[in-house]
Structure formats: C-alpha cells, structure tokens
C-alpha cells in the first residue's frame, strides 16, 4: 500500500457529542468537500448516529448523493447555483438555502411544477458580506414565499475564531433582529441557526436552535492561535495520514536534493523517499514538516513534488523501504499534526485535511492508535 488516511470514526462521534453537550442545542454536521476530506458517507453516518439531526452540504451534488446512499435524514444544501435542479431537490426532500428574491421565485417556480413545496432556510448577511440577503431583506414580500415553506433562517461569522472582536456581537445583534423581522411575519417555527465551530466553542449566546459544526466534529480546532488546541478544547482529531517508503538510500554530507536543489544534506544520512506529493495534497511549500517514522521524526529535504516527497532519516536510521511512516496524525506519540503542516505552509488545517486527495483511500477504524 503506497499510503491512506485512516478515519477514526469513534472520534468524530466522540466530538460531534462533545459539541451537542456544549452547544445545548441541535447540531447540523457538516459534510461538504467529501466531509472535509474524511469521506462523505461514513462521516455522514457516525455524525447522525452520535445524535447530529441534520446534515450540511454546499452542493447540491452533495446533498443527493447522501440521498442516494440512504440517508434520509434532513439535509441543507446551502450553495445551490441558479439554473440548477432544483426539481430533483425537492422531490429528495433536501432543504435549499435561499439568498435572494431571485433564488426564492426559482425555487418555488420548481415547487410547483413538482407539486410539493420546497423547504428553504433563508440566509441573511449579518456583516460576513459573503452569501446572504443584504439590502434585499427589506423588499421581501409574502408573493416571493407563496410557493416554499421558510423552515430556518441562517447567517455565518467572519470572525468567529476572534472571539473578543466586537464584529460578532454586531452579527449576533443584526441576527437576532433579522429573526425577529421573519417570525412577526409569522414565520415562528423557523430553525435559527448561525455558529459554526468556533462559535459554538466560544459563545453559547449564538446558539439559538441549532449549530453547524465542521472542523470541530472532525477533531480540529478552528484556530489554533487564538482558540488553543484540538487538546486543549477536548477534540479528537480524527484524520491520520500515513504512507510507506518507497524507498531509502544512504548520502554523503552536501548532496543536493530534489528539483531546484533547494537543500543539501548537512552530514551524512540516510534519506527516505515518501509516496505522497503536491497532487496528494502535501502542500508544495511545506517546510518544517515530515513524518513520524521508528519513533523519531524525519524532516522534510528538497522541494516537495507532485507524487513523493524526501525526508531526512538521520545516519543512525533503521529504516527500511516498505516502512510506514507517519505525516500527520493527532500528535500523541510525537507525529506532526494536520497544524504543524498548516503553520509550516502558511494555511490552516481545514485546508490540509480538504485536499488529501482522491487518490488516498480512506480506511474506517475505530482504533487508529
Ligand atoms: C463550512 C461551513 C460551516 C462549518 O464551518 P466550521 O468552521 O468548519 O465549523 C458552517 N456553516 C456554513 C454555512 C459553512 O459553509
């Protein structure tokens, strides 16, 4: 086996617990980009048997594959493009976000050419200035949702990760008005929902009824620098990537290694040569990282390239090719993490596990240590 991730889905439900006890509230777990890398359907299914009730999508695509797999719980796609098919939405029961006027008169063109009303969460703005009704809000009007059913009303942070930057409480403020504007419309069954991660870790005050949570559930934190650990905030990561040695070979001191001869060796070692690269999703730039390999770790030599990556074993190493060797996993005996890699490439750990790429395969175990 050239290399996988293997999944702990043990910690993932461990986490999606942990959040739901913290949060008081619902919990949405969310599954895009392949479950943040982890694998949609198995992720899908642990998060809703450890008690999440819905499940988060951005595609449609997404959320009608987790139909197609059997998951009937309920899912929101909130990233739905116009023109898409939004038909077949409805007829699979998935929840649409709506942003716009122009959204809602589309979706509810569909709702009645199917004959069944869609469910929509109407995403409001509150100072992310992303997705999300802005100046719109005050021009909505009964005719736009004659033909849908408003079941939730949403909106995302910018700053969540900073919790004393006061742009939250004017979210949470301008949130709670928006609501309040939809339920005197009568609209009061509506699920509010507006923390991700870091804002259900952070300010319980934002729960309202439901939270979505990503990066937590899959036992990272959302920012290492100013919210502390995955440790620290009683997360288990659940991703660990490994792969094994294609090969080792003994150097002299001074030898130039990889394109561009970027680094030499410093003395004389052995080096191991890693079968994963750039279009594995090691990032290019990675420098302070490596593997965890016979107890030690090896640090990274020479540019990373598209499929394999050199580390430096030391001269004292044992090792052989076909060892395994660890690149990232939760750190307990010493390995790198998905955070050294993310610090050491100028990212955040959301996009080091995301772009692990097709060409690992996952592998489900409860006990990955
Ligand atoms: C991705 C996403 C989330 C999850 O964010 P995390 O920081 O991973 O918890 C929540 N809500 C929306 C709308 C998202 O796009």
Known sequence: MRAEAIIDLDAIK??????????????LAVVKADAYGH??????????????SYLGVALLEEAITLRENGITAPILAWLVQ????????????????????KALLEIGAASKKVGKRARVHLEVDTGMTRGGFLSEWNQLDAHHVADVDIVGIYSHFARADEPE????????????KMSETLASFGFSQVTRHLSNSAATLTNSA??????????AMYGLSPDVTTLGSSQSLGLRPAMQLRSSLYLVKDVPANTPVGYGATEFTKSDTRLGVVTLGYADGIPRVARAAGVWCAGKRAPIIGRVSMDQFVVDLGSDSKAQSGDWVTVFGNGSHGEFTADDWAATSSTINYEIVTRIGPRVPRIYSAHVY
């Open 14 to 27: 461990f986490n999606v617990q942990h959040l739901k006890k913290k949060a008081g509230t619902d919990v």
């Open 39 to 52: 694998g949609l359907i198995p992720v899908a299914k642990a998060a809703l048997s450890a008690g999440a």
């Open 82 to 101: 116009p023109g898409s098919d939004f038909e077949s939405a409805i007829t699979l029961d998935i929840d649409l976000a709506a942003a716009s006027i």
């Open 165 to 176: 930057e006061k742009q939250n409480q004017e979210q949470l403020a301008r949130f709670t």
């Open 206 to 215: 934002a729960a309202f009824d439901m939270v979505r949570i990503g990066i």
